[in-house]
């Protein structure tokens, strides 16, 4: 028995959300504030035993915030778990029968386990006697509803119906907008009723390892720390004759330091003072001291501590001097110890939760932790923010939670792909790769050059990077641009991904002549057969592309080192010929070629210095020369802003505050005065971007931020 799927519907982050889930380790990734914790939550408030009374404390800071504020009155929170692979054993099926389960055959094979957070009857009566279109009455209705005295958690089983649809919300809870509300509720579509003494929670192995924040103050905390847990669960199973004779050795302890002479002294020392002070009348009866050693098991069990050496020391210590990563890989080990344990008792089902484990866990222990951690007849789901432990997931069983505004949404990778497809990304995607997984963006390249040179001049020409953006630019090498292009798409992840790659057009007349050398010959065959392949390549990405809002292509015209230089970028490149020509005459040919107009003789130049030097150290030998004055060719810009199609204006405030900074280091005679002070309108919202380039383009006409505003507009 395994969850195949849970359903959010109005719940903190979530105002409809699918979790796919498989048998045996699934993964869920996302950015800080996507609502990893909170599907945990939700998860917990149904399956595990110890947060069943929270189940019944859910309040206004539950609902999602896109039904704005006091926008949730009427509206319910739906918690739906679907199990899978029920076995028919008679215990299984008489508790999932008459609860949860979907019987279709001889037995239940299917589940599902709901948390109804809703309205309480009255409500439900009162909205269901609306007519319908009545919004003032609704509103009059709406306006007097208070978590406290008008909501109730509701649990049923047996449903059928898909809580993710709208049309199915609406025939369950109402439609506010029409003002249409059911008088009743079809038991066999949405569910009976759980009886309480049927709670799932009871019948199953949980256990929830939450995000590793400060593990020695957990073990500081009787209530937190593993260690004792583990004791406290053995020691219910030691019997009470195997404790008597510690409990005697304890007690003969406690007389003899009662017995101690200076023990003794002091306290008839006290008596006497007592007396002395106060007379005999007003003197305690009696008095004593007595050594307080616990003798009962549980208190003898916080007496103990954990000791541990670290790896290749022979010094062994308490946990507080241990590293912050050797002392979390302690606590989870015994977390999932304790784990163990309770999945040795007799379960329908086990799972067990971790949340973000890999902090301060070196790289190599992530790998090797998560990918051991495969227990039989268990199912586990974990959340990470790591790229190691993500590269050793199976992109099948993977959850991508997206941010977005008051709400997140979850996309699953591998939906709707073959098999082969599967695999060919599941062995892509390594610790590096993995990166296209966390992005708001992607842009995908198949060069070094492309790879060093482009976050080197976004962050030098724009002020910010890549990074900041939330944009992960990934070198495919030889992989092929749609092996990778299609994880993204309407029922995979919704990210926009942008292809950056060479049309490859001609840079010379490829036309043989009369008179033509076999060295030029072959150089124009060449060049011709660039051509045709890079066409040949635009026609399969174009297939791509067709009928796929979230991929597109952006092409240079030649090769990235030939756009670069015909942007205007020679000047850039000038500045490493004494690194890669020896000879002078050379040199000041090729400065003069770089200088040429006719993209003949300067592409060919940068051409044959990229393939000297190698493109990828080429561009590292660049890379020291980008300033703010070089020139993004259009086509890399276009694929930023495709890749990232939103941007807040406090950064395109910072990008255009970058651009005046720079350009007055350079000219401090321009004078900004008046682009400052509009800027800061627009930052406070008092201004459109429109005013702003006004100002701009009186100071700096031909800066390059005045192409870079009309493509953020």
């Not at 299609?486 to 490829?510: E, G, M, N, P, V």
């Amino acid at each position: 028995m395994y969850i195949s799927k849970v359903s959010l519907i109005n719940y903190r982050n979530f105002a409809n959300a699918i979790f796919q889930f498989h048998k045996g380790t699934n993964t869920i990734i996302g950015e800080n504030g996507s609502g990893k914790t909170n599907v945990f939550r939700a998860i917990r408030l149904l399956l595990e035993d110890a947060s069943m009374q929270f189940a019944y404390k859910l309040n206004e800071g539950d609902f999602n915030r896109q039904l704005g504020k006091n926008k949730w009155k009427g509206h319910w929170i739906i918690i739906s778990i679907e199990f899978d692979e029920l076995n028919n054993e008679e215990a299984i099926q008489s508790l999932f029968i008459h609860g949860a389960g979907i019987a279709e055959e001889d037995y239940v094979k299917k589940a599902t386990y709901n948390l109804f957070f809703r309205p309480k009857a009255d409500i439900r009566q009162k909205l269901s006697e609306l007519k319908e279109g009545d919004k003032a009455g609704l509103q009059t209705i709406l306006n007097d509803i208070t978590i406290q005295d008008n909501y109730e958690t509701f649990f049923t089983g047996k449903s059928t119906a898909d809580f993710n649809d709208l049309e199915v919300y609406k025939e369950l809870v109402g439609d506010f907008e029409n003002v249409i509300f059911p008088a009743s509720i079809d038991a066999s579509k949405f569910g009976s009723r759980i009886p309480h003494q049927l709670s799932v929670a009871k019948e199953i192995s949980f256990t929830f390892i939450q995000a590793l924040r400060d593990v020695v103050s957990d073990f500081h905390n009787n209530r937190t720390n593993p260690l004792l847990t583990l004791l406290k669960n053995k020691s219910g199973e030691i019997k009470e004759v195997d404790y008597k004779p510690i409990s005697d050795l304890v007690n003969d302890l406690n007389e003899n330091i009662e017995a101690l002479p200076d023990v003794q002294n002091i306290r008839a020392d006290i008596k006497f003072t007592i007396q002395d002070a106060v007379g005999l009348t007003y003197s305690p009866s009696s008095l004593s001291i007595k050594s307080s050693v616990p003798d009962e098991a549980e208190k003898l069990l916080q007496s103990l501590k954990l000791f541990i050496g670290e790896p290749e020391e022979d010094y062994e210590g308490g946990i507080h001097e241990l590293s912050l990563g050797g002392a979390n890989l302690i606590f989870l080990t015994l977390k999932l110890l304790e784990f163990k344990y309770r999945k040795s008792k007799d379960t329908f089902a086990n799972f067990l939760i971790i949340e973000e484990p890999e902090a301060h866990i070196h790289n190599h222990i992530q790998k090797t932790l998560f990918d051991k951690l495969n227990y039989v007849d268990t199912q586990i789901i974990y959340s990470t923010h790591s790229t190691q432990i993500s590269e050793v997931s199976n992109v099948e069983n993977i959850n991508i939670l997206a941010k977005k505004l008051n709400y997140a949404e979850v996309y699953q990778p591998s939906t709707g792909l073959l098999p082969e497809n599967i695999n060919q990304i599941q062995r892509y995607l390594d610790a590096v790769r993995t990166n296209l997984l966390f992005a708001k963006g992607v842009i995908l390249v198949e060069g070094d050059a492309e790879e060093i040179l482009i976050p080197i001049m976004v962050k030098k020409v724009l002020g910010v990077g890549l990074d900041e953006l939330g944009i992960s630019l990934i070198n495919i090498r030889s992989t092929g641009f749609e092996n990778v292009a299609q994880l993204f798409h309407s029922d995979r992840i919704k990210r926009k991904c942008a292809i950056l790659t060479d049309l490859d057009d001609a840079i010379c007349d490829t036309t043989e002549v009369e008179g033509d050398t076999d060295e030029i010959i072959k150089y124009k065959k060449k060049v011709a057969g660039s051509q045709k392949k890079g066409l040949e390549r635009k026609t399969k990405l174009d297939l791509l592309e067709t009928g796929n809002i979230w991929v597109k292509a952006f092409y240079a015209k030649h090769t990235f080192e030939v756009d670069f230089v015909t942007e205007g970028n020679n000047w850039e490149v000038q500045r490493i010929i004494k690194q890669v020509y020896v000879d002078k005459a050379t040199r000041d040919q090729a400065k003069l070629d770089l200088e040429n107009a006719n993209v003949a003789v300067s592409g060919k130049r940068v051409l044959t210095m990229a393939k000297q030097e190698g493109k990828g150290w080429f561009a590292v030998m660049l890379g020291k020369h980008i300033f703010f004055k070089t020139i993004i060719p259009e086509y890399i810009l276009d694929a930023i802003f495709f890749a990232k199609d939103s941007y807040s204006s406090h950064i395109i405030a910072d990008i255009i505050e970058f651009r005046i900074n720079e350009n007055f280091k350079d000219k401090n005679t321009l004078d900004f005065a008046s682009c400052r002070a509009q800027l800061l309108k627009y930052r406070n919202a008092e201004i459109p971007l429109e005013d702003l380039v006004i100002d701009l383009d009186l100071v700096i006409p031909n800066d390059q931020i005045l192409t870079i505003i009309e493509k953020l507009k």
